[in-house]
């Protein structure tokens, strides 16, 4: 490839990258956080009872109390049972969702503030729903044009391969490192780019084909990638859910039901459908109909559909890594950690190459860093507030903001070891709130990591502090050596 198609890849890399840095920054960060949405769930009430299975008739007991208690009209109905990857047995309508114990008794309301917070920042960077999720689907566009577009730039791309040069100022080895992460992961940020794109422009591609193959009817292509619901002659009565729950045994011995929907509830067209997670497949699950007696009507249809609805159906496990448990799910956050310092490594290397300018230095290291220390403490808070986690979380940003351009002190290091003490924070509050259950598994799959973060970033943020601090020494020093060494020494940006 010449020389000028190269350095045109490279300029169109680096300043897409500078621009939009920040939203790629968030975008990248809370999603590979959020790839254990369930296990934050989980550990936002730690004490909820877990279970491997349960009966029909907890179901159907859990469920009638569930409405007795909870009258208001809804359209839907769900149950999500155990055997999903959240041990627990959920029963919910369109307004609230309560657990149940294993005997069908309700236990408490489900609270899950800060994962939908969470989840809200990662699919639509806590905007309107409507563009925001368009907003981020650009953003997934736009990083399957920066590993493009990077690996088009690359000079080199086979020699350096496996190239990591040490020394210097420590622009070369951040250099490479970024090369390297960006080389070796492409495949995978090229699936949740492309993943990401197709969550928001859906309702665009759906107008195309309809347009395109149906003469613009969009229900016909609906219809093509979610199976009509089924014709049944009018229904009433109560559902039986625990009924169809017990038929999966019979009807799908080799599946776990993951949940199950009452569609139209009290309408003349009510009927069940249990969704049940098939093995060694990528669909989200396939769909069991029953009517409101519980007798089976036959399947939707997804796994043995037509590979565009596969496919479709696939996105979700896909793009959250959800697919063979925690395994694929740790893959998944590694590789979402390399995707995200590939954001913050683009930019140290372009504030590098600019003489890293002390107020867009420090702002930068107040997004990276104080980002970190905005969720931790908005976790913190949701432990005593019951307002928008969303206005506490920005806040904190704002802040953040605030006072680093106040504050000429706040360098990366302290950065660094400000989000790792907002993590200790949490971890501190939510042994003295939760007590007991704070070393339950639902609590430790996620405290572990969190403690060693903590970890992790004070011992680096006190190594950072300390080069800096040589650093001074020698630019205060008189001897031609002392300042050579400076000019050849680590960046403390590295």
Known sequence: MDKVTKQN???????????????LFLVCLSGTIAVFHLEFERWEQPHIE????????AIEKAMDTFLAENTEESHHLYVVFPTSDIPRLVVENDHAAYFSDSDGNLIEKESVSFTQMLVDLHLYLNLPHSWGMILVSALGAIICALVITGIIAHKRISKDAFKLRR????QQAQIDLHNRFGLWASPFHLVIGITGTYFGLAGIILVLVAT???????????NQIFTPDPVIAPQE???AIG????????????????????????????FIEIYAKAPNRMIYAEGYRFDTAGNYIGDAGYEDGEWGKQLFWSMYRLHFGDFAGLTSKWFYFVLGVMLTMLCVSGMEIWLSKKAHPPLASRLWYAVVWGSVSALALTATVDMFFAGSLIAVFWCLMLFNTAVTVAVKSLTKPVWLMISGLSVLV????????NQSAALSIASLQLNIPMAIYVAWSI????????????????RDGDSPGDKNQVAHGTSINA
């Open 9 to 23: 890849a490279l300029n169109a890399h680096t300043w897409v990258g500078v621009f939009l840095s920040v939203l």
């Open 167 to 170: 020394g210097g100022n420590g």
């Open 243 to 270: 009924k169809a729950f017990a038929q999966m045994e019979t009807l799908a011995p080799e599946k776990s039901p993951i949940f199950l929907t009452v569609h139209e509830v009290g309408e003349p067209e009510q």
């Open 426 to 433: 949490l971890l501190a509050t939510y042994f003295a709130v």
């Open 459 to 474: 011992y680096r943020s006190a190594v950072l502090i300390r080069r800096s601090k040589k650093i001074a020494v020698y």
């Open 212 to 222: 395109a193959n149906y003469g613009g009817d969009r229900d016909a292509v609906i």
């Open 50 to 57: 877990e279970m491997e299975n349960v009966t029909p008739q």
């Open 237 to 239: 009565g109560k559902p």
